[in-house]
């Protein structure tokens, strides 16, 4: 029997008559098992750029790390250390807080004491624009110093004479004596928190209207206590009507320059308005 080609056909074999061969089992050969898994592609242009950073960023860690350890290491452990005044110096105390200060009020007229003395020679006059106001300058030992915080200001050691427009905000023009009276007192105030000893007591010396234009004095005296001898010092504070805020003149004489007391009757004696 052949087939449509003319080969002649074999005779099949069906699976069930065919000898029963066991199928043999391949096994890879142990250098096969060993071999390495096979490498994976190589990584695109953006993974590249993301590893050369991470092993950048790795080395620079290093470097820091090594870098810290060798600037703080040391032969000898690390110590705190305190900051000592020098041995010529003292320390400085802090400076004493001040209770708000509460005057007696002021009398309703006391004339300012004449001082005694020729006083000191003038210079002329100070002609305080911004506060509206003239006044006698004084020669030495007076000289004019940094006015601030006032406008302008002459010292002779620890004496000084100053003006200004009353500080703080425009109180407005008082209309009546009282008005005036309350309002220097308050000046007064400000000029014992600011410009006199601590720890003083304090007493009204003058109480009376200006001289010239419109407004009012007041004198008083402070005294204290330092290394076991009493100090004292005679001060005045006037204030003027202008035509802005009301101009203020202070002016504090301590008694290690008696001398100079007398000018204290020369300053309220010039003092007007512009």
């Known amino acids: 029997m052949a087939d449509e080609l003319g080969t002649p056909a074999r005779p099949s074999a069906r699976s069930y008559d065919a000898p029963t061969t066991p199928i043999p089992v391949y096994r890879p050969p142990a250098e096969a098992e060993a071999a390495p898994a096979p490498t ?54 802090p400076a004493p807080t001040r209770t708000p200060l509460t005057l007696p009020a002021p009398p309703v007229r006391k004339v300012l004491a004449t001082y005694p003395g020729a006083g000191t020679p ?32 002459q010292r002779a050691g620890q004496a000084v004479i100053a003006s200004a427009p009353i500080p703080g905000a425009d109180p407005g023009t008082p209309k009546t004596p009282a008005q005036w009276r309350a309002l220097t007192a308050r000046a007064a105030r400000w000029t014992v928190a600011r410009f006199q000893p601590g720890e003083a007591t304090f007493q009204w010396t003058a109480s009376q209207r200006t001289r010239h234009g419109t407004g009012w004095l007041l004198g008083y005296r402070v005294a204290w206590e ?49």
């Open 40 to 93: 994976p592609p190589p990584p695109s242009s953006g993974n590249r750029a993301r590893v050369l950073w991470t092993v950048f960023a790795t080395l620079v860690t290093v470097a820091a790390v090594v870098f810290a350890f060798s600037a703080f290491s040391s032969d000898e452990p690390v110590r705190e250390v305190a900051v000592l005044p020098a041995a010529d110096s003292a320390p400085t105390a």
């Open 226 to 274: 330092t290394g076991g001898r009493r100090r004292t010092a005679e001060a005045v504070v006037v204030l003027m009507k202008t035509e802005g805020k009301p101009a203020m003149l202070f002016a504090s004489v301590p008694d290690s320059r008696n001398e100079l007391r007398k000018d204290l009757n020369v300053l309220v004696e010039t003092l007007r308005p512009r």
């Open 122 to 153: 003038t210079a002329g006059l100070v002609d305080d624009r911004r506060s509206g106001i003239v006044y006698a300058a004084f020669a030495a030992p007076w000289k004019r110093v940094e006015p601030a915080p006032f406008q302008f200001r």
